[in-house]
């Protein structure tokens, strides 16, 4: 069963005063007197309830809105565009519209939405977090309004509702795939991101390669910005001083959009002098000529297990114990990786 948001008839009745007296209180009115000892037992009562205003006047204890909050990092990672048409899909089911925003992965911008959505009264939060998703959904979990943190961790003590792609998984199924197909010097493009599990991302293609008895000095790894113009320069920057590479991993597919630019405009065959594997997979990656092999995280799967996660809680009439559940990904065959001989 969702949280409730206390009210201001609530806040009144631990005050011992009426809801109006409240109402002047914290809207910080100076319109009539309010002795210091009530103005205090009001501040009180509404901390200890956690009390969030509303901007939502027809809003009443108990009351759906039928609006839930989406809240995603990068509108330009079509991966999420995937998310939000999967939750929007189950959402429709249930007769809920979705309040969708863009964080820009700014922690600040991320609280600010968060206050607005709680003054908005929504029936519940399907996140993927800043850094400090953990510090800015505290309020969220106090109240115990439903939420579902989506594909990064948060960094708190108590269990919460989960739901992730396979970050390690994945890149190990890419990293195994350009092994087997004897390519041992595979440049790794990637998004230094050492947060909510995206760090596994780099570790898995590190242990995969350590496995295959690659040493650490023959790994090539390059990370930077999560851009387009970041993945053209680190691919420019990586054939440069390793003309050994003979594929290159891009663990992001904003970061490939921009390698793959550059390697067209560098005139190299992808699949005949270079071979290329993408994590992620967006429309470009098997549009007109290209046929890029990809690792496709199921980003609208992702949305659906997290819209289903999250209506089971606000629907079940007790409460229901956090758990955490894993999108499967699957690696799709283009014609962008090759074979070479091992040496």
Known sequence: MGGQYATLKDVAERAGTTAATVSYV???????????????????????????????ASSLKGKKRKIIAVLVPQFENQFFTQLILGVERVADQYGYILSICNTFDDPRRELEIINRMQAQRVDGYIITPTREGGRNTRQIRKIGVPMVVVDRSIDIKTPYFFVSIQNYEST????????????????????KADFGGLELREQAYRELLTRYQV???????????????SGQELTRQALKEHPEATAVLYAYNVQARGGVDYLAQAGIQVGKELSVLVIGAPDWVHTGNNRFTCVDLNGRGLGTIAAETLFDIIDHEGAVAPYQKDQISTLLEGDSVCRVQSV
């Not at 190990?172 to 998004?191: C, K, N, Q």
């Open 215 to 229: 040493p650490e000095e023959e790994q090539i790894v390059y990370n930077g910005e999560f851009t387009e113009e």
């Open 172 to 191: 190990a199924m890419a990293v195994r795939y350009l092994l087997e197909r004897g390519h041992r010097h595979i440049a790794y493009i990637g998004w």
């Open 26 to 56: 914290l809207n910080g009115s100076k319109k009539r007197y309010i002795s210091e000892d009530m103005r205090r037992r009001v501040e009180e009562a509404a901390r200890e309830l956690n009390y969030v205003k509303s901007s939502a």
